[in-house]
């Protein structure tokens, strides 16, 4: 049961290159209100975020572009090679984003809220989810996405899937397993299924705005 009293959080979770996002825009189409913890790490690490100067003065100006703002390829991968200062950055980072995300759900206009982060289950946030749902791709797939969508070349984007634990681990401890490694129709229909199976808030309530 979540612990934000009154609404039904969805957990929703899967390493890099997945499509997270998708299946959460998937869930925003069936009535949740989405919440993005990477959209929120964008906000806090910005030049104006609370997060900005610990980074600085933690990594040194070499983690930051021309214009001041935080590089984060270049911050990326100085850390994904090194997981003692990818430590360092997430016990900066991760503190910041749950405030945040604190803040998002108390204000969500909906009763169903999917929450997508990366590290949901690395973290006490899995324990305020009501469902644990995990995006699969096979590694051929994630590796094509991160170079052909994200621009990433072939070596920082294994590197990056090599520096996450082995996505089984996460689907052991899933309510719920997408595999996202086929097309568009074959997700969405696993999505609706899983929706309607375990969602428990009625269709004609989603559109209604919710208060705390």
């Keep these: ?41 964008h906000r806090v690490t910005a030049r104006n975020g609370p997060a900005y100067q610990p980074i600085v003065e933690t990594f040194g100006s070499q983690v930051l572009r021309e214009d001041g703002e935080i ?21 900066i980072v991760h503190p910041l984003v749950r405030q945040a995300i604190d803040a998002e759900v108390s204000t969500a206009s ?15 946030l899995r324990k ?22 994200r621009g990433m070349d072939e070596q920082d984007a294994r590197q990056r899937i090599q520096a996450q634990p082995p996505q089984e681990e996460k689907v052991a401890a899933a309510d719920v397993v997408i595999d996202n490694s086929g097309s568009v129709n074959q997700t969405m229909e696993q999505v609706t299924r899983a929706w309607n199976r375990l969602v428990p808030v009625p269709a004609e309530n989603l559109n209604r705005r919710f208060s705390l």
Aim: glycine share 8%; net charge negative.
């Design 128 to 149: 305020q989810c009501d469902s644990l749902w995990v995006v699969y791709a096979s590694p051929e797939v994630q590796l094509r996405r991160l170079v052909e969508s």
């Design 1 to 41: 049961m979540s612990e934000w009293e009154g609404t039904y959080v969805i957990g929703l979770t899967g390493n890099i290159g997945t499509g997270k996002s998708v299946v959460r825009r998937m869930l925003e189409q069936l009535g949740a209100y989405g919440i993005d913890a990477d959209v929120l790490s």
């Design 71 to 91: 590089d984060r390829a270049r911050l990326g991968k100085l850390v994904f090679s090194d997981p003692e200062k990818l430590s360092v950055l997430e016990s």
């Design 110 to 124: 909906r009763p169903v809220v999917v929450l997508e982060a990366i590290k949901l289950l690395e973290t006490s």
